[in-house]
Nanobody, 123 residues
Framework: QVQPVESGGGLVQAGGSLRLSCTASGRTFSWNPMGWFRQAPGKEREFVAAITWSGGRILYADSVKGRFTISRDNAKNTVFLQMNNLKPEDTAVYYC????????????????WGQGTQVTVSS
C-alpha cells in the first residue's frame, strides 16, 4: 500500500523543538509536492506547511511562520518538519501527505496520507 510514514513526534516543553520525518512506503514521492497538516482534539485538520519537489516553493500557515521549517531530501525520499519554539497550541496529531497536483494548502487536494504522529507540548 502506498503511504507516507511519519515519525519523530513526542512530548516536549513549551519553547522546545522537535523534528518530524516522513518517508514513503511503497513508492517514491520525490516528484510530488508534500505537505504537513495537523489536527488537534475537537478541531478540524489544518494546513501547516508544504514544499514542491525541488524545494523551490514553500508555503506555511501564518501560525507557524518563523518557527517551523519544512525541507526534503529526495535521495532519501524523506520530508522533514523542524519545529522550534513550540507552544501548547501546537499540540496535535501531525500528518504528512503527498499530492499529485501542484503545491497547495487545500487538504482535499492531497492524495496520499500517513497515519500521523502525536506532538504534545506542555506548558
Amino acid at each position: 500500500q502506498v503511504q507516507p510514514v511519519e515519525s519523530g513526534g513526542g512530548l516536549v516543553q513549551a519553547g522546545g523543538s522537535l523534528r518530524l520525518s516522513c518517508t514513503a512506503s511503497g513508492r517514491t514521492f520525490s516528484w510530488n509536492p508534500m505537505g504537513w497538516f495537523r489536527q488537534a482534539p475537537g478541531k478540524e485538520r489544518e494546513f501547516v506547511a508544504a514544499i514542491t519537489w525541488s524545494g523551490g516553493r514553500i508555503l506555511y500557515a501564518d501560525s507557524v511562520k518563523g518557527r517551523f521549517t519544512i525541507s526534503r531530501d529526495n535521495a532519501k525520499n524523506t520530508v522533514f518538519l523542524q519545529m522550534n519554539n513550540l507552544k501548547p497550541e501546537d499540540t496535535a496529531v501531525y500528518y504528512c501527505a503527498a499530492t499529485t497536483r501542484v503545491i497547495t494548502t487545500r487538504i482535499h487536494e492531497y492524495d496520499y496520507w500517513g497515519q500521523g504522529t502525536q506532538v504534545t507540548v506542555s506548558s
